[in-house]
Antibody, heavy 120, light 113 residues
């Protein structure tokens, strides 16, 4: 079955960077793209960007341009999300999600989430 | 950006009754060339990631109980849960994928009365 397993919780200081991993299994990795979303405590969902696991193409939300980088490693079936210049309002649970066969942006399977806390 | 607005923010429904959640987009998410509405619904239970329920506004994802149904077109959409069960307590989100940035509604909290 499809599984997305994310790396563990992180505590970072303002100005630092964080890199979260998302390891996929149970399907052919390069067939479906991966998006990243985040959810601040008690808040809704916010889409950050998408990466093609086939060729590494990316699309980012304007809000995160210049601060977020999505990369893939086909040898391990892992996608990475790096967010730089962290601020306190970046504190959130970060999710990776695999595309549905019908559309790149229907999110069929989700990782368990990674809590990133930004605090001095 | 397309703004998605859900109503109500929260609702309480008795077990076995119908729950109705509305979602309105700031512009149409109907792609006329294929006559498809680029609208999904997710369920998020406490402490869990979201779960896909409905896509193309009315197509139920595999394994989702048939008490969940989606309807609507253009800018106005509805998620209906017929015969509420205790395990349906969750926050429900609509999402448009007509264009990037992908955007979600603010969520509707569903509780048992």
């Amino acid at each position: 079955q499809v599984q997305l397993v994310q790396s563990g919780a992180e505590l970072k200081k303002p100005g630092a960077s964080v890199k979260v991993s998302c390891k996929a299994s149970g399907y052919t990795f390069t067939t479906y793209g991966i998006s990243w979303m985040r959810q601040a405590p008690g808040q809704g969902l916010e889409w950050m960007g998408w990466v093609s696991t086939h060729n590494g193409d990316t699309k980012y939300a304007q809000k995160f341009l210049g601060r977020v980088t999505l990369t893939t490693d086909s040898s391990t079936g892992t996608v990475y999300m790096e967010l730089t210049y962290l601020r306190s309002d970046d504190t959130a649970v970060y999710y990776c999600a695999r595309a549905h066969s019908s559309s790149w942006y229907i999110f069929e399977s989700w990782g368990q989430g990674t809590l990133v806390t930004v605090s001095s | 950006d397309i703004v998605m607005t859900q109503s109500p923010d929260s609702l309480a429904v008795s077990l076995g009754d119908r729950a109705t959640i509305n979602c309105k987009s700031s512009q149409s998410v109907l792609y006329t060339s294929n006559n498809k509405n680029y609208l999904t619904w997710y369920q998020q239970k406490s402490g869990q990631p979201p779960k896909l329920l409905i896509y193309w506004a009315s197509t139920r994802e595999s394994g989702v109980p048939d008490r969940f149904s989606g309807s609507g077109s253009g800018t106005d959409f509805t998620l209906t849960i017929s015969g509420l069960q205790a395990e349906d307590v969750a926050i429900y989100y609509c999402q448009q994928y007509y264009t990037t940035p992908i955007t979600f509604g603010q969520g509707t909290r569903l509780e048992v009365k």
